[in-house]
């Protein structure tokens, strides 16, 4: 009997399909080792979930604590009793099995809900109010999928997600899955299904592709061995799952594409590919040949001007999502008449509660004032949409105005948009700070650098006041703002 389709399968289609056909055949001994903050996201969720019903002022029937068949049980005898209030029930078919957080009467039947330590609504900002979250659509479109087959739907009432702003939104399963893609919610999640399904019964096979989940995944080693062995096209930056299945039908491998003739596909400013166009192909095609090339070089293409300042200064935040608190704000300073001397200077909110919070930006934001003139380096946009987002939480520290002049283009650079991603190409698979500064012969002072790492660590150093925790933290955010410096000499050389 074939394993059922869950909300965590579905989760995990959407986020990478080769997962879901790893999971359901892969070796298990290949797998790597969960990491710390995997879970923490799971922990978080839970507790979470806890925190949230233990606010309930109504009565409800909690089944958390019993064992799947039990749970199954006295979910469905519940419900036929038409209990108000289901807490961690489970409810089945042959081929579908759901574990919602909450199911609830209404009228005549019921809805699913889940409660979510994040948002329930993506996209947010002053030109728009948002969308729903298709990860969290295709769960709840399971279990309405559940409750319909089982008789027990209410009809004309819409699923839900309780989420950390203690919303409860909605979620319209006929609304559009996305602008370019004609499907409603419901039949994505159908079409989902479907596929993964297909791969269950070993009627459709696919392929690991290199994208950002990977990095979370506990299959990520066996599957950048098996792409780096087939020279996968997707290790190419900016090249994923659906160009690569686009172009493969010509270019197998990142060799093929490098060595090609692109004038049997490209056709004036068009391509043979479905939103592909002649200079992405050819973009995608230098890439290629710098990965195939042996000893190959980073390159501009197209010139650049670097700021001139007599004070050089390189930003960067940490922040918990979990949380929506910045806690962390971090500057390296370095003046022109001393280029071999860098001081760190940095604001750590101890406790991510608002006063915290709202100290570490103030401070950091009068640090800024008194290094006037300089120029700020930054690496990505999210630097200065923390700092809208700051400036928003507490007006009285700054104006939106003086938010903007921080990063005017005369004082301020992204080291990303503007200058790695625009105007190089590198020999890399990828374009993150750690990769380049990795690439120039920079290292971080801890074994498993990253930002994902950082939030884990800040949670454990809220819970036990480890001063060892505050100090991995700070060293590692200390290297970050190291790096971008390593990146813009290099970047200079390369210039000249």
Not at 155 to 160: E, N, S, W, Y
């Amino acid at each position: 009997m074939n394993t059922p389709v869950t909300a965590s399968t579905l989760y995990n289609y959407v986020q990478c399909p080769h997962r879901v056909q790893l999971d359901f055949f892969g070796d298990p001994s290949q797998k790597d080792r969960i990491s710390a903050f995997v879970q923490l996201l799971w922990e978080r969720g839970n507790a979470f979930e806890r925190e949230t019903m233990e606010k309930l002022d109504v009565p409800f029937a909690d089944l958390r604590s019993f064992e799947p068949p039990e749970k199954e049980y006295r979910t469905l005898r519940l419900m036929q009793q038409g209990e108000k209030i289901i807490d961690g029930g489970r409810i089945r078919t042959d081929t579908l099995l759901g574990e919602p957080d909450l199911l609830v009467r209404k009228g005549s039947g019921y809805v699913a809900g889940d409660i979510k330590s994040g948002a329930a609504i993506e996209g947010v900002d002053d030109e728009t109010d948002g969308k729903l979250k298709k990860h969290y659509a295709i769960q709840l479109a399971l279990y309405t999928d559940i409750l319909s087959q089982l008789g027990l739907l209410s009809p004309d009432q819409l699923p839900f997600i309780w989420d950390v702003h203690g919303q409860e939104v909605d979620y319209d399963l006929e609304a559009s899955a996305a602008k370019r893609d004609g499907r409603s919610l419901w039949n994505y999640y159908e079409d989902c299904l479907k596929t993964v399904l297909r791969i269950q019964k070993r009627d459709e096979q696919t392929l690991p592709a290199l994208c950002s989940v990977c990095k979370l995944c506990h299959w990520r080693s066996h599957c950048r061995a098996r792409l780096n062995r087939d020279d996968d096209l997707t290790l190419i930056p900016e090249l994923g799952r659906a160009k690569r299945d686009a172009l493969s039908p010509f270019f197998k491998t990142v060799r093929d594409l490098a060595r090609s003739d692109l004038s049997g596909v490209v056709k004036g400013q068009k391509t043979s590919f479905p939103r592909i166009s002649a200079k992405t192909i050819r973009r995608f095609q230098a890439r290629a040949r710098l990965l195939a090339t042996s000893g190959a070089r980073p390159y501009f293409t197209e010139a650049i001007v670097f700021p001139d300042a007599d004070r050089e200064i390189f930003f960067d935040v940490e922040t918990d999502p979990m949380r929506d608190c910045c806690y962390l704000h971090g500057f390296l300073e370095r003046d022109k008449s001393n280029p071999n001397r860098e001081k760190y200077y940095a604001f750590f909110a101890d406790e991510p509660n608002e006063e915290q919070e709202r100290k570490a930006f103030e401070q950091a934001l009068d640090y800024l004032k008194s290094r006037r003139p300089c120029v700020v380096y930054y690496y990505s946009h999210y630097e200065k949409t923390t700092l809208r987002k700051l400036q928003k939480r507490f007006p009285d520290i700054a104006s939106e105005a003086e938010i903007q002049r921080l990063f005017s283009p005369t004082s301020a650079m992204d080291l990303y948009t503007d200058v790695v991603r625009k105007k190089t190409e590198w020999p890399t698979h990828d374009y993150s700070i750690k990769t380049s500064a990795t690439y120039l012969g920079f290292k971080w002072r801890d074994k498993e650098p990253s930002g994902a790492a950082t939030i884990e660590w800040y949670h454990r150093w809220v819970e036990t006041g480890d001063i060892r925790l505050r100090q991995r933290i700070m060293d590692y955010h200390e290297d970050d703002c190291i790096a971008m410096r390593v990146l813009l000499d290099g970047l200079r050389d390369l210039a000249r």
